[in-house]
């Protein structure tokens, strides 16, 4: 009778509760369901609590491609409820919930899990859950755009494990609170493996602990904030080297963990670790997570952008995957993966978006980490032309952001087209000194902080004394590139933006003959006079991210 009255409880509880999106259809065509909202939104379920610590504790076992464990949640309680949101994704299965020792009883919709707490959550106290789980995890099919575990072999025939979860969410692997706005203070996180092998996971080693079956368990600690895709676990035939870089943050240990045959040529090629780490630092401000450490570990799949356990599958080559994404010759000088993987320490794991639709925030800013690694080592014009190169790649399929609360990215223009505008911003700012600094201050601001994209924009406006709010709704939510319009008569360049929203008045740099103009279209015609007695050639500052219209 009682099983029966807690069904009907949450049964009632969950058909009655105020939800962000239905199911149905949103105006760009996307459809989106109760269970993309449950996944993408701050349910009531989830905005009465903050998360405080993870104890991940899970065994794996490549043979069955099983795992089993458990997530201890400690919480703290900011309004009083007794229904909390864990979720976790099939066909892995809670087998128990326990509270101060005491089994609660829930209930699913998807991969939301509604438990219901019987000791009284008291505004300002500190609880905790321990959320029992098993099962064969989502076996990734084309990791990391597909995620969940792959499951490989080394050369040797070696079990070579690793995870991967961005988009598809960390509930594909482990119990959590699988939204980005709540990031948890620290986490500790401990890996059951076979004999033989090697278990990574981000932040310090604390432990190894042996067992009588030859297997080992890998204690790991990350002291600072983490946001749940950053969280991952590699299992392989491991062998480790370091060394120490002296940086902004003092001593920061750089960890490497690759597979035995391949210790050699990591020692020569992951020299571009700590260039990368020393250029970005330049950029960026210091690296975000000193006291975590920073590691490249060798993976089966292209990589990852794991906080302070950056994934590595380029395979010893530069470029990406031994191709120059910029068609340039610059893109051969760095290996992609080190470059841009490590980017995302300072945007994507330190600011991070509290809304996956915001995610131009990780991947414009981090993309253009590279044209700015190319301008550190190679100078200004290098990195000018990469960015500039990576505009072929750009498809203007859909608008950059996403949709809000239904956990819905964007298009992948995020990465070169978001990269190109902000190039063109930095390039109206026309000042190098005040663009770094904007630079850094986001990240001295933002620190460990999950962001919205109104925060960024009013940041780069504040800080930069120009109001670029026409410039990011142009290029951030629409799918239409700026069309400089213009046309000579009687001696006057007439001119304006076309392709463009109401009000965009963005100015453009103009080589006209060999005279360089600042010009400040709008969405009217506007006119000024040449001089005369020379044929006119208009030529755009490449710099800008637009179009010329055919004279």
């Known amino acids: 009778m009682k099983q029966i009255i807690t069904i009907l409880f949450l049964l009632i509880y969950l058909f009655s509760t105020d939800l962000t999106a239905q199911e149905g259809l949103f105006k760009d065509g996307n459809t989106f369901t109760k269970q993309d909202t449950l996944r993408g939104s701050i349910t009531p379920e989830r905005i009465w609590w903050d998360l405080k610590y993870y104890h991940l504790d ?193 001593k920061l240990d750089m960890d490497y963990y690759v597979l035995k045959d391949n210790m050699e040529k990591a020692q020569i090629h992951f020299k571009d670790a700590p260039r990368t780490i020393e250029a970005l630092e330049h950029w960026f401000g210091k690296y975000p997570f000193y006291e975590d450490s920073f590691k490249l570990v060798e993976v089966p799949y292209l990589g990852m952008e794991h906080q302070s356990s950056v994934t590595y599958g380029n395979q010893y080559v530069k470029g990406y995957a031994g191709r120059d994404l910029s068609q340039t010759g610059w893109g051969l000088k760095f290996d992609f993966i080190i470059v841009h993987e490590s980017g995302h320490e300072w945007f994507a794991n330190s600011i991070t978006n509290k809304d996956i639709a915001d995610m131009w925030v990780h991947e414009s800013f981090t993309s253009y980490s590279e044209s700015l690694f190319l301008e550190y080592y190679y100078g200004k014009k290098a990195g000018e032309d990469y960015v500039i190169g990576t505009r ?96 000579i008569e009687q001696g006057k360049l007439k001119y304006k933006w076309t392709n463009v929203i109401k009000g965009f008045t963005m100015p453009i740099a103009l080589k006209i003959n060999t005279k360089e103009v600042l010009l400040y279209p709008s969405d009217s015609w506007q006119e000024m006079k040449l001089s005369t007695g020379k044929s006119s050639v208009i030529e755009i500052n490449r710099n800008f991210y637009v179009k010329k219209a055919e004279e």
């Open 392 to 487: 072929a790649l750009i498809a203007n399929d859909k608008p950059i952001i996403g949709v809000y609360n239904v956990n819905s990215e964007g298009s992948g223009d995020m990465y070169f087209k978001g990269a190109n505008m902000l190039h063109t911003i930095r390039t109206i700012i026309d000042d190098d000194t005040k663009w770094r600094a904007i630079l850094r201050g986001l990240n001295e601001t933002f620190f460990h902080k999950t962001v919205t994209t109104k925060e960024i924009e009013e940041y780069i406006n504040q800080k930069s004394g120009i109001d670029f709010s026409k410039v990011f709704d142009q290029y951030l939510r629409t799918i239409d590139i700026p069309v400089f319009d213009y046309k």
């Open 58 to 250: 899970v065994a794996v076992d490549p043979q069955q491609k099983f795992i089993k464990g458990e997530n201890t949640i400690q919480y703290e309680v900011l309004k009083s409820s007794n229904i909390l949101q864990i979720d976790l994704q099939s066909p892995l299965k809670i087998t128990k919930i326990i509270q101060d020792d005491k089994e609660l009883e829930f209930s699913s919709e998807g991969y939301a899990h509604y438990i219901r707490l019987q000791k009284k959550q008291l505004k300002g106290n500190t609880n905790a859950i321990t959320v029992f789980y098993e099962g064969h995890p989502k076996e990734a099919k084309n990791a990391p755009w597909d995620g969940g575990f792959s499951w490989k072999k080394d050369k040797n025939g070696k079990d070579f494990v690793a995870t991967s979860c961005q988009g598809l969410g960390a509930s594909v692997w482990w119990p959590n609170k699988d939204h980005m706005y709540d990031e948890v203070d620290s986490m500790a996180i401990s890996i059951k493996v076979p004999k033989g092998l090697v278990g990574v996971a981000n932040g310090r080693l604390r432990k190894i602990d042996e067992h009588k079956d030859d297997s080992k368990t890998y204690h790991w600690f990350v002291s600072n904030p983490i946001n749940n895709y950053g969280v991952n676990v590699n299992i392989g035939d491991y062998v480790q080297f370091s060394e120490k870089y002296d940086g902004e943050g003092g």
